[in-house]
Each structure stands twice: as C-alpha cells, then as structure tokens.
C-alpha cells in the first residue's frame, strides 16, 4: 500500500480506457450499506469545504513488454461488464441516496491516447488529478489506464472506495491479467457468475432492522462500549490531537517480517494457542500495556462481510468493523497473551453481520460513529488470486493524501513479506509517540519469532513502499 505522493512510476506513453453506453441510467431501490452512505456523505461533505481527501482506491501493475491495447480493452469490458460495482452507484438525493444502474451489455470500453509523459513526477501528478477527477464524478466515477513501455507496462486502475475493498483489488489484478493473457492468445476466458454487492446490501438493510438495543448480537458490543469511559478507546501515546477531530493525515509503511520470519512467527503463536493475527493483537496489548499500565485492550477491527464461498468472487466494499476486547493477564508475557487475543478477536469476528453504525445507533445516546473510525486490521493476503506474481509485477494498491482523526493499522501478510501500514494524523505528537509504540509491537514480534530472548531493534517508520528486500 503505498500513498500516491511517494509513487514514482517510469515514464512512457498514456493510455486511458474510456467507459461509455447508449443507455441512460436507471435508478435502482436497493439501499446503500451503512459504510457506504457514511463514505459518500463525508466525500460530499468534504468537497463542499473545500477540505483535502481521496475518497479512491487504487491499484498499478505491470505487464510485459508493451501493452497490446486492443488485448487490454478486451479485457477491461469483460470485467465491467461481469461485476455489478463496475455499472451500479449511489448519488445524493433528496432524502437519501439513489441508486443507479446500467445494464452491463450496453457498456463498452474504448483507448484513448493521452500522449506521452517525460518526468517520473510529471506523470506521478497528471495520474493523481486524473484520478481525482474521474473518481469525484458523478456516475461510472472510475478511471482505467496504461503507461506503455517497450520493456514493461503499468496498468492502473482507481475507483471510490465505496464500491471496493481490499479482496476486491486482489480480484481485479487476476482477472484482468487472466482477461488480458487470453485475448492476447485469442483463448476464451471461462469464469463463473460473480455475485452483486446488491444482494449483500439488501441483506444487511433487513439485519439492521431486525436488530434492537436488546437483540443478544449486540452483547460484544454493548461490553466493549462499557469499559471505563465508555465510547472508543484512546491510542496509547499522545497525537496531538484530543477532540478526535479529523486532521491531515499522513499513511507510512512499516517493514515488519520476512516471509521467513512471519512463519516462524506463526509457528510461535500456534505453540500458544492462536494464529498470527492473534499475536498481532497481544503484541499492540502488551506494548500498550508497557507504556500506559492499562491491561484492557480494545480496538475495532475489520473483518469480511463474505460468508459464503460464492462471495469470493464479489466485488464491492464488503468489510465491516467489530469490537475486540481482551484482558490481559497478570504480569503478562506475550506467550500468555496470544490465547486471550485469539478468544477475544474469535467472539469479535462472530459480529461479523452485526453493522457497526446499526450497533452504535441502538447502544450511544448520540449514535455518533467518527467520520472514520481507527482500527487495526490483520489481513491474511497469501491465498489472495495472483498473490504470489504481486512481486514480479511491482504491484501495489495505491492511495491518496487524506485526514485522519486518530490511528488505523493494517497488517498484511503476503508471500514473501508482512508490513504494517499506518494512518494517523500529521501532528508533531503523533511522529514522535507512533513510531516509538510500533517499534516496541514489532520487537516483541520479532523477540518471539526468533525465539531468543533479544531480538532486533526497532527500525523506524518509512515512507513509500520500496523500504526492505527490493519490496
């Protein structure tokens, strides 16, 4: 995951892939999810004030060679037309948001040469205001390109957050190589249907309803809301930042194992009764401990909405956040803490179908959810389509300059590494008292997964992607 700002990607020729139809659009009654009206009120809300943000997510990969554009336009209609996020949005309207669709036969993809790009930050600039601009419309608000080059091609490719998340990334980047690999050899491509993020929409609106300050689902939620001063927990070093307001935010990238050590660290935490992300927590637990003496750890956590094999194959923003709470036990190692965080973070994922604005609406007596919500997510990216070709393809999910009001984690375990991407605001507090704190996580992880008693020392925040190993 790398910020836009810190990208640098080799010069070339520019190719756009314009989406059109001959077909008006159609509004559709199916609600937008809990996240998705709250991502698309702020966007509007932060356009209205003028205020920065990068409401996108986006992903660049190379292909060899120099693209054949007429292979690359086959394969990106394919995919609009398979998945339902590609040709379904919301906009604003009176009351609420409005649905909308266009029948996916009438979709049609056509390249358009931009011309070509001398300077690394020259054509950095002109990718970050196209995406901008293209994700910020109203409409099919995505943007599809190439930089070719005779000797290796970026495809990229950005569209609002609301419409994907990190699964469906991984998605995109196998099935259009898959796509474009076939219509180079002239081969069919033979997928499956792929569900709509609609369905999951509609089911999420009748388990909202279903739900009320009693329903015995909202019990973790109700515990988590109750431990001491109620509402979310304060990160364990000062940001500079008490109102929780949201600030400008910076995102850095933190180097945490080799592939080598992530297993060894794996190993380690299966020996005491929990998986690595469970190791994640109890080492954010006990480091949080070491520096506050609180031994209470809270922290909303992401976890998949897919429940059903099926879904794998869905694109949209299919995540929800669920309260984890653990105690830790007395004079705690991190041996002791493993068990406790896999018990707590096991209860925090069966909530998983339980939505976070729905809960805190039932449970506060504002109801008031932060704009965006800190967290820390562990993501196991190893089983990912195409995880094992993201190396050789320089691919990398791209993001923009945005705010932030507190810190969000997101530990990503992919073949050959694990990193830990950070987000929090841009104040003189948080770059003095985060990266004191992770550096400590990482230690502790990386003490047990070389199971010595020493282990490395902390190594600092870095910015950009390309921080260990040639990642």
């Not at 060679?65 to 336009?73: C, F």
């Not at 049609?108 to 995406?131: K, W």
Request: with cysteine; hydrophobic share 40%; aromatic share 8%.
């Amino acid at each position: 995951m790398t910020e836009i700002l810190d990208w640098r990607p080799r010069p070339g020729e520019v190719v756009e892939f314009e989406l059109t139809t001959d077909r008006a659009p159609v509004p559709h009654d199916v609600p937008a999810s809990h996240f998705q009206r709250a991502h698309l009120r702020l966007a509007a809300a932060n356009r209205a004030a003028g205020r920065r943000q990068s409401p996108w997510v986006a992903m660049a990969f190379d292909l060899e060679g120099r693209a054949d554009l007429d292979a690359l336009t086959e394969a990106w209609q394919g995919l609009v037309r398979r998945h339902e996020a590609f040709h379904t949005w919301y906009e604003p309207g009176p009351e609420d948001l409005t649905g909308f669709r266009i029948p996916p036969e009438s979709l049609t993809v056509r390249p358009v040469r931009v011309g070509d790009f001398a300077g690394r930050d020259e054509l950095r600039d002109h990718l970050h205001r196209r995406i901008d601009e293209r994700t910020s419309a109203s409409g099919l608000g995505m943007l599809a390109g190439v930089v070719r080059r005779d000797t290796a091609s970026t495809v990229y490719f950005a569209i609002d957050h609301a419409y994907t998340d990190g699964h469906s990334v991984a998605l995109l980047f196998h099935e259009l190589r898959a796509r474009y690999h076939a219509a180079r050899a002239g081969a069919p491509v033979d997928l499956p249907p792929a569900p709509g993020y609609l369905d999951l929409n509609r089911r999420e609106r009748r388990r909202s309803e279903s739900l009320t300050k009693t329903s015995p689902e909202l019990a973790a939620w109700s515990e988590f809301l109750a431990v001491k001063d109620g509402g979310f927990p304060a990160f364990p070093v000062e940001l500079g930042n008490d109102t929780g307001e949201l600030l400008a935010g910076t995102r850095l990238e933190y180097p945490v194992f080799t592939g080598d050590e992530a297993r060894a660290f794996r190993a380690y935490c299966a020996r005491h009764g929990g998986g690595l992300g469970a190791g994640f927590f109890a080492a954010l637990a006990l480091a949080q401990w070491e520096f506050t003496g609180n031994d209470v750890y809270r922290v909303l956590t992401a976890v998949s909405t897919r429940a059903y094999p099926r879904l794998l194959r869905a694109h949209g923003w299919l995540v929800n956040l669920v309260p984890l709470l653990f105690r830790l036990p007395a004079s705690p190692t991190l041996a002791d803490a493993i068990a406790v965080a896999q018990q707590g973070f096991q209860r925090a994922r069966e909530g998983y179908d339980v939505p976070l604005h729905r809960a805190l609406e039932l449970l506060l007596e504002d109801g008031d959810v932060p704009d965006i919500p800190p967290m820390a997510s562990y993501l196991d990216g190893r089983s990912a389509p195409g995880a094992r070709d993201y190396l050789d393809a320089d691919a990398t999910v791209l993001t923009g300059p945005d705010n932030a009001g507190g810190v969000s984690l997101w530990l990503n375990w992919f073949p050959d590494r694990a990193d830990l991407v950070v987000s929090m605001p841009d104040t003189p507090q948080a770059a003095a008292g985060v990266p004191k704190y992770l550096d400590r996580v990482r230690e502790i992880m990386l003490t047990a997964a070389a199971g010595s008693p020493r282990g490395p020392g902390p190594v600092g925040l870095v910015t950009g992607r390309r921080v260990a190993e040639g990642v």
